[in-house]
């Protein structure tokens, strides 16, 4: 039996020759190769329904939509008629007043049941959280009669209010403020025992300020979430003065005497571009948040 040879000489028997430079570069060329090219369908499919949104929003009147990709006369015509055709800053006021609330409540209390769940030291800790843990597993759907019913028994059925109710905290936010107070090294609150402060000036002092890249990722879920719901304000709003930016959208198609596919995308555009802005604006704080908040168990 012949010894195998490598590229630098012969192989002791029992070894494995030694692959050839240009071999590992070609697997490595064609493994890069390949993660970018998921990477690039990924984003296809991702972005080419926003894409298409935005080239169908700036279409001519008379030019048809499924004619080719690009519009031969793009035009900003379609934004003024979609203000025009119903009270899109109102509605879209109206989103504003939830999503600030919604965001607010989610950094308050988020911030303090996270970092009451951080705390090691009082009963019933494991079980609160196994608890909190569990309720992610039922989906809204399966609790949207009951909190209907909670919020017209409280009288805020067709308010603000009640829209925002359900939404003044998300467990989930609670686990990222949690894990994020877990990731604060503990030579800094044995330091701050040490020079006499109290829980409150612990907390607030010293966590919160060591979790803001993790507080932000609250509050920009925060927003999102409250700015791109439908089904909760659908089942709450019954008066049109009332209605949020999503929900008015529905309305667009009735308002107009066509169903015109130009003004309907040029209102998904118009909802869309205020999270578009946020998050391109934040998305430094956010990516260092998701690294401080990473849910731990």
Request: glycine content about 8%.
């Amino acid at each position: 039996m012949s010894t195998p040879v490598s590229p630098k000489g012969p192989v002791a028997p029992g070894k494995k020759p030694v692959p050839r430079a240009g071999a590992d570069r070609r697997r490595h060329v064609t493994g890069l190769a390949g993660r970018y090219a998921t990477l690039v369908l990924m984003l296809v499919i991702m972005l080419g329904p926003i894409v298409w949104q935005f080239l169908t929003s700036i279409r001519g009147r008379t030019e048809n939509v499924y004619d080719g990709v690009l519009p031969s006369r793009p035009t900003l015509d379609n934004y003024v008629r979609v203000a025009e055709s119903f009270p899109l800053l109102a509605y879209a006021g109206n989103t504003l007043v939830v999503a600030a609330l919604a965001v607010t409540s989610n950094a308050l209390f988020a911030a303090m049941g996270g970092y009451a769940l951080s705390r090691a030291g009082w009963k019933g800790r494991k079980a609160v959280f196994t608890v909190l843990v569990a309720s992610l597993m039922f989906p809204f759907e399966s609790v949207m009669i009951s909190m209907f019913l909670t919020v017209r028994e409280m009288g805020l059925v067709d308010t603000l209010i009640g829209v925002w109710l359900p939404g003044a905290v998300s467990v989930l936010n609670i686990m990222i403020m949690r894990a994020a107070f877990l990731a604060v090294p503990q030579e800094l609150e044995e330091a701050a025992v040490l020079d006499g402060a109290g829980e409150w000036t612990r907390f607030t002092r010293v966590f919160l300020p060591a979790a803001k890249g993790a507080l932000a990722v609250v509050c920009i879920t925060a927003f999102m979430g409250a700015w791109d719901d439908f089904l909760w304000p659908l089942l709450v709003l019954t008066d049109s003065d009332h209605y949020t930016l999503q929900l008015g959208l529905k309305t667009l198609a009735g308002a107009t005497t066509v169903n015109d596919q130009r003004l309907i995308a040029a209102g998904a555009m118009a909802a869309l571009i205020p999270m578009v802005l946020l998050f391109f604006a934040l998305q430094r704080f956010f990516f260092k948040g998701v690294g401080e908040g990473a849910v731990k168990t």
